[in-house]
């Protein structure tokens, strides 16, 4: 069983840039959430997605925005990076019912200069 | 939202029990009360989830006050491996869906 992967693993990106993270999910596994780590704080929520739709999202503005494929892995997208935008990021996969476990990857850790 | 309150950090030594607190006074009555913890470079790992009564799987125990106004994750004989940022979260779901983790206890264990 392949657990949850993430790519790539580290990233820099100049303010302004787009960037793009890459997610695929546990074997069987329909959900995917993204979370924000910034250093030493605890992952914050960004969005859910399930069955290809966004289902809950945080308090992230639209420049964040998401995909999932029919193939359950994900992408995370982010706009106009800006320097607050360095962190480690997430990604989480799971069953539908949420109060399953949540099986999380190693993270994308991204710096913005 | 509701949110969770934990110790900034805790110290155990090596197999002993580890009481890893947490606060919860504005839970809801559908929210579960799960347990993540972080190893460091790592992503959280799930510890256990419970929603009224207390709960043991092969890692910990979770205990639930009556009123779910705090829990308490409670590992049996605490190893080396176990030093990690704890978190308590509350997970909402139904149309407004959120997830939100506290700030973490950060374990230390003591050879």
């Known amino acids: 069983e392949t657990g949850v992967t993430q790519s790539p693993t580290h990233l820099i990106k100049t303010r302004g840039q787009q960037v793009t993270l890459r997610c695929s999910s546990q074997?069987?596994?329909?959900?995917v959430s993204w979370y924000q780590q910034a250093l030493g704080q605890g992952p914050q929520f960004i969005f859910q997605?399930?069955?290809?739709?966004?289902?809950g999202r945080g308090n992230f503005p639209p420049r964040f925005s998401g995909l999932q494929f029919p193939n359950y892995s994900s992408e995370l997208n982010v706009n106009a990076l800006e320097l607050d935008d360095s962190a480690l990021y997430l990604c989480?996969?799971?069953?539908?019912?949420?109060?399953?476990?949540?099986?999380f990857g190693p993270g994308t850790r991204l710096t913005v200069l | 939202d509701a949110k969770t309150t934990q110790p900034n950090s805790m110290e155990s030594n090596e197999e002993e029990p580890v009481h890893l607190p947490c606060n919860h006074s504005?839970?809801?009555?559908?929210?579960?009360i799960h347990w993540y913890r972080q190893l460091p470079s790592q992503g959280p790992e799930y510890v256990i989830h419970?929603?009224?009564s207390n709960v043991n799987n092969r890692m910990a125990s979770l205990a639930i006050a009556e009123d779910r106004k705090s829990s308490t994750l409670i590992l049996h004989r605490a190893t080396l491996r176990d030093a990690a940022v704890y978190y308590c979260?509350?997970?909402?779901?139904?149309?407004?869906?959120?997830?939100?983790f506290g700030k973490g206890t950060l374990l230390t264990v003591n050879p």
């Open positions: 979260i509350l997970a909402s779901g139904g149309s407004n869906y959120k997830l939100t």
């Open positions: 074997s069987g596994h329909n959900t």
């Open positions: 989480a996969s799971s069953l539908r019912d949420f109060y399953n476990e949540q099986f």
């Open positions: 504005t839970i809801s009555g559908t929210d579960y």
């Open positions: 419970g929603l009224t």
């Open positions: 997605y399930y069955r290809e739709e966004e289902n």
